[in-house]
């Protein structure tokens, strides 16, 4: 069921899907946006790009949705939150 929402969510927003074994890769033209676990049901939101491009304050921005939608603290680079809690959102 994680694998059907994520290629209907992707395909709602434009991205591109790739299934590799342990992933669902939401992309875009310059690479992953997210990745969907679906083993521990949750989503990973890579932001190197975002960090290598000097966007910390989109980084942060980003974080702070992530903080209030996964109810803790998140990581810097490779932020996640559970499927629940985003859909919830």
Same mark, same amino acid.
Do not use: W
């Given at each position: ?16 899907? +790739?299934?590799? %074994?342990?992933?669902?890769? *939401?992309? #875009? ?7 969907? /676990? %679906?083993? /521990?049901?949750?989503?990973?939101? %890579?932001?190197? +790009?975002? =960090? ?5 304050? #989109? ?7 992530? =903080? +209030? ?17 985003? *859909?919830?959102?």
């Amino acid at each position: 069921m994680a694998l059907r929402c994520g290629r209907a969510l992707g395909e709602q927003v434009g991205l591109s899907i +790739r299934e590799v %074994p342990a992933s669902l890769r *939401l992309c #875009d033209s310059l690479g992953t946006v997210v990745l969907l /676990y %679906p083993t /521990y049901r949750t989503l990973e939101f %890579p932001l190197e +790009r975002l =960090h290598q491009a000097g966007r910390e304050t #989109d980084i942060a921005a980003v974080r702070e949705s992530l =903080h +209030r939608i996964a109810g803790r603290q998140v990581t810097k680079m490779s932020p996640n939150v559970g499927c629940r809690e985003a *859909l919830a959102h």
